[in-house]
T-cell receptor, first 112, second 115 residues
């Protein structure tokens, strides 16, 4: 299984862009990268995913390096409500189904 | 609000009890997942059902017994648990194999305390 590594914690000033890195150097060619966040005592919330192209939606942007060994989640204008744990996940195909393995996560604190 | 509903939200049980956790989704998803999450740790995969068949069991102890009665329901039967099994149990669903755009949708979990 591909594994991901993330910094344990980061701070970001409110209104600034938050850039959260993830290393997935063992990723295989057909494995997607997914990002989720978890606010205390709630289930993880889907943010964005991608294979090899950069992606953008209403929540965030995902930048994947050309060799696919790392990616960065960008929250363009962080707010206090973006304070959460952010997980980078590699989705593997195994035994006829998809397996989503969570990395250790980055605890993002947005400061007023 | 979440489209995956888990009941109960909280459960306290003794080590000799038998209880069940329930999960329901009505999005037409064909893959369903159980995760276990300890405090300040990432969710750990336990089981995956695909088209109502058990596809993945991550070497989970037999005191945890999953069941998928139909494509909308997923149960986790608990028996003779240990205090270290206390955790947040998360259910998730996705469209399943063959669908590229298939993020996991999570419920808000059942917080289990074993006394």
């Amino acid at each position: 299984d591909a594994k991901t590594t993330q910094p344990t914690s980061m701070d970001c000033a409110e209104g600034r862009a938050a850039n959260l890195p993830c290393n997935h150097s063992t990723i295989s060619g057909n494995e997607y990268v997914y990002w989720y966040r978890q606010i205390h005592s709630q289930g993880p919330q889907y943010i964005i995913h991608g294979l090899k192209n950069n992606e953008t939606n209403e929540m965030a942007s995902l930048i994947i390096t050309e060799d696919r060994k790392s990616s960065t989640l960008i929250l363009p204008h962080a707010t206090l409500r973006d304070t959460a744990v952010y997980y980078c996940i590699v989705r593997a195909y195994l035994q006829g189904t998809y397996k989503y393995i969570f990395g250790t996560g980055t605890r993002l604190k947005v400061l007023a | 609000d979440t489209e995956v509903t888990q009941t109960p939200k909280h459960l306290v049980m003794g080590m000799t009890n038998k209880k069940s956790l329930k999960c329901e989704q009505h999005m037409g998803h064909r893959a369903m997942y159980w995760y276990k999450q300890k405090a300040k740790k990432p969710p750990e995969l336990m089981f995956v059902y695909s088209y109502e068949k058990l596809s993945i069991n991550e070497s989970v102890p037999s005191r945890f017994s999953p069941e998928c009665p139909n494509s909308s329901l997923l149960n986790l039967h608990l028996h003779a648990l240990q205090p270290e099994d206390s955790a947040l149990y998360l259910c998730a669903s996705s469209r399943g194999p063959g669908t590229e755009n298939s993020p996991l949708h999570f419920g808000n979990g059942t917080r289990l305390t074993v006394t």
